[in-house]
């Protein structure tokens, strides 16, 4: 009754107004988060697989860059720390002298009013490059609790307003939540053994020695388990879900967004940005077009905050 020549969906899409006036979906900076890298040394700035938002940064250029960030409306930052040393154990992960609790305590006082978010994992701090501590050749799950939540409670110590344990571990919220009852506590619930993960693990130094993360990192082929960690996080005392990767995975960021109420973040990973640079330096796509669909998609889905290697470019862009 209603449909063509009475209802023609082209009527609101005429001009730019208009379609502006009927967008459904937004980015928004406040709900960008932009991963940092913090490294030792002075005057290193060091950009993995020659991609600029992957760059590993000493303190000094590191809170240059924050401050950057937040000048241009940047709210908040996920760090990450390339230690000087790895053991077996990670120990770097917990030291209050250590890489991250430095620039925190650096970005605490040079920035002010940054948002800061520690990414919580032991593989960037183990020699064996796995997310915990290995007994017999496996990551050792229960052991690893405890230190996943030393390192947490030092982050806090050191300035972090906000934890995000990133390595798979069963309990590892929990554990986190029973020492630090004050902190939000992002967790990446959903957190896939994904191929998108390559120029981040080049960055922060952190591949794997031998074998792969699929004894404790989702199945890609799987949604209804992502929606079981989901659950037991938001139990275990999360107050935010993140979903990982993001693009490849929507259908898992809508699940999430319609069974839980907590909000929903997103990190769209080292490869999704790898990819778009690429195709753009190959002349394929348009940068900046490419990102921005992608993005949108990404917050269409359901995910209220992108963590995102686009984000200084996105201040410019939107
Ligand atoms: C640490 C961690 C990883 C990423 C974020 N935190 C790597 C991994 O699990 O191997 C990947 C982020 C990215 O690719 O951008 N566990």
Redesign the pocket.
């Known amino acids: 009754m209603t449909a063509f020549p009475v209802t023609r969906l082209r009527r609101l899409r005429r001009t730019d107004a208009l379609r502006s006036l009927v967008r459904e979906t937004r980015l928004d900076l406040d709900r960008v988060v932009a ?1 940092l890298f913090a490294c030792p040394g002075e005057g290193v700035v060091d950009p993995a697989a020659g991609l600029p938002g ?1 760059a590993q940064r000493s303190l000094d250029e590191l809170v240059r860059e924050a401050g950057e960030l937040h000048g241009l409306g940047i709210r908040a930052v996920l760090l ?1 720390g390339i230690p000087e040393e790895k053991d077996e154990e990670g120990s770097g992960a917990w030291d209050d002298d250590g890489v991250v609790q430095r620039a925190l305590r650096a970005l605490r006082a040079e920035v002010p009013g940054l948002t800061l978010i520690t ?1 919580v ?1 032991l ?2 701090y183990t020699s064996h490059g796995h ?1 915990g501590v290995l007994r017999e050749g496996e990551v050792a799950n229960d052991e690893t609790l405890e230190l996943l939540a030393r390192a947490a409670v030092s982050h806090v110590e050191a300035g972090a307003d906000v934890v995000a344990p ?3 571990m069963d309990g590892r919220i929990g554990a986190i939540r029973a020492v630090l009852p004050e902190t939000p506590i992002v967790s ?1 619930a959903a ?1 896939y053994a ?1 191929a ?6 080049d960055v ?1 130094e ?3 020695a031998f074998g792969d ?1 699929r004894g404790y ?1 989702l199945d890609p082929a799987n949604v209804r388990e992502a929606l079981r960690e989901c659950a037991l996080d938001v139990d275990e005392g999360a107050d935010v879900l993140m979903i ?2 993001a693009l490849p995975y929507l259908d898992v960021i809508r699940a999430a967004r319609e069974r839980f109420d907590c909000p929903l973040w997103a ?7 790898a990819m778009v640079k690429a195709a753009a330096a190959a002349g394929h796509l348009d940068e900046r077009a490419a990102a921005l669909e992608w993005l949108t998609a990404i917050t269409r889905a359901g995910a209220e905050v992108i963590v995102t ?1 686009w984000a200084k470019e996105l201040a410019a862009w939107i």
């Open positions: 991963p992957l990450f990414d994992c593989c960037e997310c990133s390595d798979m990446y957190k994904s998108f993960y390559g120029p981040f693990r922060a952190s591949a794997p993360r990192q990982k990767p990190y769209s990973v080292s490869g999704e940005y290697y």
